[in-house]
């Protein structure tokens, strides 16, 4: 029997919303998926746990700066297939931040935009839609304020 190794990268991606019940989204400026919207995230540099660079990604590209220990973990997204360059695995956290949060697009984001919470009106990047919908069902308290 042949073994076979695959490259495996690790990333983090963040749910942030607000109390008024909106959710920040970045627009794509590179392949894969370039123009299309999506939740901030990206690689986990080396020395560096998944709740920091969640919060270090939200920052680069949004603006926004959050505390490691207000994120709550979603989950861990792992499809061989959910990323076309290849064997990614994703740790996404949800984060609430304050309605007045101002966002600007930094390091790959082309945009941010705040959507509303019931309904985006976006299709969103990789499988992020299923992550966003995750973070409703498990913490709905937490993600959408009442």
Known sequence: MTEVFETIRFTADVVA???DRRVLLIERGWAPFKGCWAL???HVDP???SREAAA???LEETGVQVALEDLVLIGVYDA???DPRGRYVTVAYAVTVPAETTA???DDAAAVRWVPLEAPGVDLAFDHGRIF???LRQF???VVAS
């Open 133 to 135: 919908v995750d973070a």
């Open 80 to 82: 061989p297939k959910r």
């Open 40 to 42: 901030p995230g990206g």
């Open 17 to 19: 919303v607000t109390p």
């Open 47 to 49: 020395g560096e746990t």
């Open 56 to 58: 270090r990604e939200l």
């Open 140 to 142: 709905p308290s937490r």
């Open 104 to 106: 600007y697009a930094g």
